[in-house]
């Protein structure tokens, strides 16, 4: 809770000086929801579908994909889930 509230201080805080090599873009999207393993999308790789979302958030920001240095990426109970499936959607989607 401590880093948290440290957190929203450093946010917060008004000496932009301090903070200036610290940008934050928060913008939420999400995949579409189908049934499990029998959906329309139960042979799409997440890769694919987290391309599209990486996609849609360069639309919806209008942000030049060769200024972003990172992208976090989370997910719960995804099989195979990890750095590798965040790379290639970065990469599907346009950003170096």
């Known amino acids: 809770m401590d880093r948290l509230q440290n957190l929203g201080t450093h946010l917060t805080s008004t000496n ?3 903070r200036s090599n610290d940008v934050v873009i928060c913008c939420a ?3 579409p929801i ?5 959906g329309l999308l ?8 987290l391309a599209a979302v990486l996609r849609g958030i360069l639309q919806k920001t ?3 994909p060769q200024i972003v240095e990172d992208i976090a990426v989370g997910n719960t109970s ?3 889930a990890g750095e590798f499936t965040a ?3 970065m990469l599907l989607a346009g950003y170096p």
């Open 16 to 18: 932009i000086a301090a």
């Open 29 to 31: 999207l999400r995949t």
């Open 34 to 38: 189908t049934k499990a393993k029998r």
């Open 42 to 49: 139960k042979d799409t790789a997440p890769e694919i579908m």
């Open 62 to 64: 209008s942000i030049d």
């Open 78 to 80: 995804q099989v195979g």
């Open 87 to 89: 790379r290639m959607a």
